[in-house]
Structure formats: structure tokens, C-alpha cells
């Protein structure tokens, strides 16, 4: 037996032992070793490396990574397009693409956040947020704007429309010296119909998960925390 699928029967034993933690350990191992999937030939290998991503995603639900445990599942999804992954990413999800949250303003709360901190980390130079006081910092400030933004008639829009609306409200912050960088890498442009591609549109990738779920995602806190790529 290969030495990542030695990891990955490890992950699933723990994770049947209800220890999500030692099992995203050996998932996370088995991910580095498993061998990249490429060609027609390698469909089962697809299908191995699909199946461990949707156990990751399991297993980051379960200690509370919801949105990395969707960005996950959006991995299952794109190697495999049959597999469970895609009927549990779909149950997963609300309209924003992110881990569905108790109530619709902790949607949109969650969205505003998720679209603000990505600008953020985005324009800086290392794309990672930094020490605990930087991210209080970000936090702070960004509830402040979303303090005045949910005061709007929220309700009667569409999820469009606020991401329009989330997306458009610069936030002015402090230490970012290339505010012009901000918002240029968020679109995504259809190029058979030339036009800018709307949130449910299917995603021009060819995964035929639509545009929101895939690589329009709203990246939620606990995926910006651990880096964007
Ligand atoms: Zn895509």
C-alpha cells in the first residue's frame, strides 16, 4: 500500500472515532503524497483524491472550519463530478457560496466580512494577515462599516445586488499603500459571451458548479486566516 493511502485509512479510522483533529492530520499528509491527477488514465486516481478531499471537509466540519470544510468540498467537486461531494457541497452552501450560517443577516454579515477581508489581505504584499492585533484591527473596522451598511433595506435585495453592494464599499485601510490594486481580481468575464459572468451563471472552468461555488467564492474568515491563493 502507498504511503498516502496509509495516511488517508488512518484519517478515516480517527475520524470514525469522532477525533476530527488527528484525522485532518493524516488527511492533510496524504494530500502532500497522493500523486497529482492528470490525463484520462488517472480517472480512479480522480476519484481517490476526491473522496479525501470530501473526508477533509468532513473532518474541518466537524471542529467548526465550515467555509474551509466548502472550499473543500468545491475540490471533490471539481475532481470528480459524480461523486457525493457535489449533492453535500449544495447543502452545505447559502446563496453567497459560503457555509450557511443560522440566520440570512449572519449571511450577509458573513459576506460583507468574508468580501472585506479578502480586499484586505489581497492588497497587502505577503497576502497573509499578520499579528493578532492587525487582524482586531481589520475586525474592528469592518464592523463599523457594516454597522451603517445594515441599516439599508437589505431584505428586498437580491444576493447580486449586496455582493454588488459589499464589494463597492471601500473601506479605507490603514498601512494599504496600493488602494488601485482593490476589487480588479474578483471578476470573472465569460469570454465566449463577453460579458461579465453573473454569480449563477456556470463557472467558466468547466467544472459546472456555478460561478459563485467555484472560483467566485467568497472566501469565509477561517479560509483568509490560513492564506489566499
Ligand atoms: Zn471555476
Redo the contacts with the bound molecule.
Keep these: 500500500m502507498k504511503r498516502w493511502q496509509l495516511d488517508y485509512r488512518r484519517g478515516l479510522r480517527w475520524l470514525s472515532r469522532h477525533r476530527p483533529l488527528r484525522a485532518m492530520h493524516y488527511f492533510e499528509r496524504a494530500l502532500m503524497h497522493i500523486p497529482t491527477a492528470r490525463g484520462r488514465s488517472s480517472l480512479s486516481l480522480r476519484r481517490d483524491l476526491a473522496r479525501l478531499f470530501y473526508f477533509f471537509a468532513v473532518a474541518l466540519r466537524q471542529v467548526g472550519l465550515r467555509n474551509r470544510s466548502v472550499a473543500s468540498l468545491v475540490e471533490a467537486s471539481?475532481l470528480y463530478k459524480r461523486g457525493c461531494a457535489r449533492a453535500g457541497l449544495f447543502h452545505a452552501v447559502n446563496r453567497y457560496g459560503m457555509a450557511r450560517q443560522p440566520t440570512p443577516e449572519h449571511d450577509d454579515q458573513q459576506a460583507f466580512y468574508g468580501i472585506q477581508l479578502a480586499h484586505y489581505v489581497r492588497s497587502k504584499q505577503s497576502h497573509r494577515l499578520g499579528t493578532r492585533a492587525e487582524i482586531d484591527m481589520v475586525s474592528e473596522l469592518i464592523d463599523e462599516y457594516w454597522a451603517e451598511i445594515r441599516r439599508l433595506d437589505l431584505a428586498s435585495m437580491s444576493s447580486v445586488e449586496k455582493c454588488r453592494l459589499f464589494s463597492d464599499t471601500m473601506i479605507v485601510f490603514p498601512f494599504i499603500t496600493v488602494p488601485n490594486a482593490l476589487k480588479t481580481d474578483d471578476l470573472i468575464v465569460d469570454f465566449r459571451s463577453g460579458r461579465r459572468a453573473d454569480p449563477h451563471d456556470r463557472?467558466?472552468?468547466?467544472?459546472g458548479?456555478p460561478?459563485c461555488l467555484?472560483?467566485?467564492r467568497i472566501p469565509g474568515i477561517d479560509e483568509v486566516l490560513v492564506g489566499l491563493f
Design positions: 471539481r463557472c467558466t472552468c468547466g467544472s458548479l460561478v467555484c472560483h467566485g
